[in-house]
C-alpha cells in the first residue's frame, strides 16, 4: 500500500471550546468578547489556508528495522522495536497541513500579533495530530478489508523524537517514504517543513502489543507521559503515572 490521501475532513479547524483547551483555558471559563473574537480570527485563517495530505506506505518489518536503526544515535534499550516484532502490519506515514497556515503563523508573529498567532499555532497542531490519527485509520481499514487483521486490532503511531527513536531516524524515514512527494521536506537539523507536519510508523496489532512499563531511561526525563494517554485509549482505560 502506498497512497496518499487529501485528508479533506480536517480542512476545519476543531470547535471554540477545543481551541481554548489547547490554549489551557478550563471549559467552565467564561471568556472575554476579546478572546471569543481571537479564536474565530484563528479558525477562519485555518480554514482559509490549510492544505492537508498525507502519505502512507506499507513496509516490512525487516526493512523498518533498518528504517529505525538510522544512524545509530538511538537510545536503546527502547519500546519499539520489541512492539513491531508483534505487529500484524507496518507503515510509514508523514502529513501535512500546508506550507500556507505555517507561513501565517510566522507572518502574525512578525506582525506583533502573538495572541492570534498562538491560537493558529494551536489549532494547526492539533489538526496535525489528527492527521496522524486519520491516517494510522486508513491504514487499519485497509487492513481489515483485506484479512489481514480482525476487529479488534488498533494502529497507533510513533515518530522519531520519542520514545528513545533518534530524530535522525527521520532520513531513512524519509528516504524510504519519499514525503516530497507531498511537498514535505527535511532540513540538515531532522526538521520537517512546513512545520505543521508529521511522520513516522504506523504499527497495527492487538491493543496489547502497544502497552509497555514505563521503565526505560528516558522516561525518567519525560515530563508528560503522553504515551499512557496514547495506550490507554486502546483499552478505554484512564491514563495513570506511578
Known amino acids: 500500500m502506498r497512497e496518499i490521501l ?3 475532513a480536517i480542512r476545519l479547524a476543531p470547535p471554540p471550546d477545543m481551541v ?3 490554549q489551557g483555558v478550563p471549559d467552565d471559563h467564561e471568556v472575554s468578547d476579546q478572546v471569543k473574537g481571537l479564536v474565530e480570527k484563528a479558525i477562519s485563517l485555518y480554514e482559509a489556508l490549510a492544505q492537508p495530505q498525507g502519505i502512507v506506505a506499507g513496509i516490512s518489518l525487516k526493512d523498518f528495522e533498518d528504517v529505525f536503526d ?3 544515535r538511538n537510545d536503546l534499550p527502547a519500546p519499539l522495536p520489541a ?6 502490519g507496518l507503515a510509514l506515514f508523514a502529513a501535512t497541513i500546508g506550507n500556507p497556515v505555517s ?5 502574525l508573529f512578525q506582525e506583533n500579533d502573538p495572541a492570534t498567532a498562538c491560537m493558529l499555532d494551536g489549532i494547526a497542531s492539533d489538526r496535525a495530530e489528527m492527521a496522524a490519527t486519520m491516517l494510522a485509520q486508513a ?3 485497509s487492513l481489515l478489508q483485506n484479512g489481514v487483521v480482525d ?4 494502529a497507533l503511531a510513533y515518530s522519531p523524537g520519542y520514545c528513545g527513536w533518534h530524530i535522525t531516524g527521520q532520513k531513512k524515514l524519509f528516504a524510504s517514504l519519499d514525503p516530497g512527494k507531498i511537498d514535505i521536506s527535511l532540513n540538515p537539523s531532522c526538521l520537517m517543513s512546513p512545520i505543521k507536519s508529521v511522520s513516522g510508523v ?3 496489532g492487538h491493543p496489547e502489543i502497544h502497552n509497555f512499563e514505563n521503565d526505560f531511561d528516558f522516561c525518567l526525563d519525560c515530563a508528560t507521559w503522553e504515551c499512557r494517554s496514547r495506550i490507554a485509549s486502546l483499552f478505554q482505560l484512564s491514563p495513570t503515572k506511578n
Do not use: M, T, Y
Open 151 to 154: 476487529s479488534e486490532a488498533r
Open 103 to 107: 507561513e501565517k503563523i510566522q507572518e
Open 202 to 204: 504506523l504499527v497495527v
Open 20 to 22: 481554548l483547551r489547547r
Open 70 to 72: 538510522g544512524e545509530g
Open 83 to 88: 512492539i513491531v516484532e508483534k505487529a500484524d
Open 139 to 141: 491504514f487499519l481499514d
Open 6 to 8: 487529501p485528508l479533506d
